[in-house]
């Protein structure tokens, strides 16, 4: 009998009351039995079940992945959108600084660098935005980062690549994500950091709650366009 850790994000957590459990399941357990054990539970995500995804290890797992003992299974809702010899891949509580980035692509060999930065609005869906707080799947989500870095590179041929993105509570104007990269010319530098910044969004476990004056909300991207795209891509075993 398989002991498990079941971790919840976003507004999973927020209906179950709690950020993970330790679970002791039957022989022949599943990622999808896990998952309809909570929702048995949690009446109130029933209906949001066609918008829930599965990790197993931090990786997309298909319902009928079987679970071992000591496994980490991750319920995922909809997202909003480490280090290497050649990639900075990080999620942190602090203040980005795209010169930090920059500083990191930067390489004789390239004519260009290339950064992007995504700041909070002070405006969405026709409200006044106060703040947002966003929350990560850390490990998975640098994982996938790493992943992401690694695609643009083996297609643009860029040659360092740096992707930090904030967690917590953020006000108007500051910045929630930074992405830089370097090139040799700078077609390819643009081409790979617009890439990456919509892979993030598509796949990267990071949400997003937006908090209004008047109250607030989940952002996320739509389920079964991000399903189709991690099992289209191999995410998932």
């Known amino acids: 009998m398989p002991t498990v850790t079941v971790r919840y994000f976003a507004m999973v ?5 709690r950020d993970r459990d330790e679970l002791t399941l039957p022989d022949g357990a599943t990622a999808g039995g896990v998952l309809d054990k909570v929702l048995a539970e949690q009446p109130s995500l029933v209906n949001a079940r066609r918008s829930l ?5 931090q990786v997309y797992a298909k319902p009928a992945t079987p679970l071992a003992d000591g496994d980490e299974v991750a319920l995922i809702p909809p997202v909003s959108g480490g280090s290497g010899a050649h990639y900075l891949v990080r999620v942190t509580d602090q203040p980005l600084d795209a010169r930090e980035t920059e500083a ?11 950064t992007f930065t995504g700041q909070v609005r002070d405006n969405a869906r026709g409200q006044a935005v106060t703040e947002l707080a966003y929350e990560a799947y850390t490990e998975a989500a640098e994982t996938m980062m790493t992943g992401i870095a690694e695609e643009i590179t083996a297609r643009w ?16 104007g500051e910045a929630s994500v930074v992405i830089s990269v370097a090139s040799p010319h700078r077609p390819e530098a643009f081409d790979a950091c617009r890439h990456a910044i ?4 598509e796949v990267v476990p990071i949400w997003k709650k937006e908090h209004y004056r008047d109250g607030s909300t989940w952002i996320g991207s739509e389920a079964e366009y991000r399903r189709q795209l991690v099992e289209d891509d191999g995410l998932m075993p």
Request: proline share 5%; with cysteine; charged share 20%.
């Open 13 to 17: 957590r927020e209906a179950v009351g």
């Open 53 to 57: 995804m599965v990790m197993v290890n």
């Open 198 to 201: 919509e892979r993030l969004k």
């Open 157 to 172: 041929g860029v040659e360092r690549v740096a992707i930090v993105h904030r967690v917590g509570v953020l006000g108007p």
């Open 104 to 114: 990191f692509v930067a390489d004789p060999s390239c004519g260009a660098i290339l």
